[in-house]
């Protein structure tokens, strides 16, 4: 799952960078995303340290800069779909 996911938000970054279009994007989502990365990272530091903490870490990284980026955009995008 975490190697998945960590393909999945490269991709999703890459075309949000390509396109500016954020239309279709869950803030809400990559915030439950977030806080899951977050919670996954306490358990390893709390109860199992080990060497995954840094795809749970690398994972959560990319999931706050495409989280970043909807309202980067968000504005841009709102405006080219009402205009």
């Given at each position: 799952?975490?190697?998945?996911?960590?393909?999945s938000?490269?991709?999703s970054?890459?075309?949000?960078?390509?396109?500016?279009?954020?239309?279709?994007?869950?803030?809400?989502f990559?915030?439950?995303?977030?806080?899951?990365?977050?919670?996954?990272?306490?358990?390893?530091?709390l109860?199992?340290y080990?060497?995954?903490?840094?795809?749970?870490?690398?994972?959560?990284?990319?999931?706050?800069?495409?989280?970043?980026?909807?309202?980067?955009?968000?504005?841009?995008?709102?405006?080219?779909?009402?205009?």
């Amino acid at each position: 799952m975490l190697i998945c996911f960590g393909v999945s938000w490269p991709l999703s970054i890459a075309k949000t960078l390509h396109t500016g279009v954020v239309r279709g994007k869950s803030p809400l989502f990559m915030t439950i995303v977030c806080l899951g990365y977050t919670s996954g990272i306490a358990h390893k530091l709390l109860f199992a340290y080990d060497w995954v903490i840094v795809l749970y870490a690398l994972n959560l990284l990319m999931v706050a800069v495409d989280l970043s980026l909807y309202y980067v955009y968000l504005p841009a995008d709102r405006q080219t779909a009402a205009g």
